[in-house]
C-alpha cells in the first residue's frame, strides 16, 4: 500500500476515534504527574495551575471562535459517519488556519500535560498530539479535496494548516452565534476544569496525605459546576440552545 493512502486510512480511523486522545494523555500524564510530586514533596502555588487553565482556555476561545461561525454539516461533526461537510469553510477564522478545532484542542490539552512540570513530557505531548492529528488533518484534507476539487486546492494554497497567518483574513459570512457555542462547548469547558481540578486534588493527596482543594480552585470548580449543569438541563429539556441551519 502506498504511503498516501495508509495515511489517508490511518487517519480516517483516528478520526472516528479521537475521543480516545484525552485517555491517551491523561493516564501516562496522571502517573508522572504524581511519581514526579511524591519526589518534589511541595505542592504548587495556587496561581500557577491558574495559569496553565489560562492556556486551556485559549484553546476554548479559539474553538469557541470557530463554533461560533460553523454552519451545519461541516466536517468534524459525526464521529460515526465520519467525514461529513456540505460545504467548504473558507472565512472567518477558516480564513486564517485550515485546522481551528484542532489547534484549539491543543491548547486545551496543552494545559493538563504542563501540570506535571516536566519539559520532557511536554515535548512528548507535542509530539504526540502531532502525529496524532497530523492523520486526522490528512484524511479530512484528502476528503475535502476529493469532493470540493480546486476549491479547496484554492483556500489550502493560501490558508497554514496548522500556525494561523491573518494576510488573508477575511469576515466569516455567518454571524456569531452564542446559543450554538453554549450548546457545543459546554462539556469542553467544563472537563478541562475537572482534569485541573483532579490534578490539584492527586498533587494534595500526594503531598499532604488528605482531600483537599484550596478555595481558588474550589471557587473555580464550583462555577465551573454550575454552568455546565445549567447548560446540559438547557439542552436536554429546552430548545433554547437550538439554531437553525447551526
Not at 469553510?89 to 481551528?100: D, F, K, L, M, W
Not at 446559543?179 to 485541573?196: A, D, S
Amino acid at each position: 500500500m502506498a504511503l498516501q493512502e495508509s495515511f489517508e486510512i490511518q487517519g480516517n480511523k483516528l478520526f472516528k476515534r479521537r475521543s480516545w486522545l484525552p485517555v491517551l494523555i491523561l493516564v501516562p500524564g496522571a502517573a508522572w504527574f504524581a511519581y514526579l510530586t511524591y519526589l518534589r514533596n511541595e505542592v504548587m502555588p495556587w496561581w500557577l495551575p491558574v495559569i496553565f487553565l489560562c492556556i486551556g482556555f485559549v484553546g476554548l476561545a479559539i474553538r469557541i471562535a470557530t463554533v461560533g461561525h460553523t454552519p451545519k454539516g461541516t466536517s468534524g461533526r459525526n464521529t460515526t459517519q465520519g467525514q461529513v461537510a456540505e460545504q467548504l469553510n473558507t472565512s472567518g477564522i477558516y480564513s486564517t488556519v485550515r485546522h481551528p478545532l484542532y489547534l484549539g484542542n491543543f491548547f486545551m490539552w496543552l494545559a493538563p500535560a504542563l501540570m506535571v512540570l516536566d519539559l520532557w513530557f511536554v515535548l512528548f505531548f507535542c509530539a504526540f498530539y502531532w502525529i496524532y492529528y497530523e492523520r486526522i488533518m490528512y484524511a479530512e484534507e484528502a476528503f475535502l479535496r476529493k469532493k470540493f476539487g480546486d476549491a479547496y486546492l484554492e483556500w489550502a494554497n493560501r490558508t497554514p494548516a496548522f500556525i494561523p497567518s491573518f494576510r488573508n483574513h477575511c469576515k466569516s459570512t455567518l454571524p456569531f452565534s452564542v446559543r450554538n457555542v453554549l450548546k457545543r462547548e459546554y462539556n469542553g469547558f467544563f472537563n478541562l476544569i475537572l482534569v485541573m481540578t483532579a490534578f490539584r486534588v492527586l498533587e494534595f493527596a500526594i503531598v499532604e496525605h488528605r482531600f483537599y482543594l484550596d478555595c481558588v480552585w474550589i471557587g473555580i470548580f464550583t462555577a465551573g459546576l454550575l454552568i455546565f449543569l445549567v447548560l446540559k438541563i438547557l439542552k436536554k429539556f429546552t430548545n433554547v440552545l437550538n439554531v437553525e441551519g447551526r
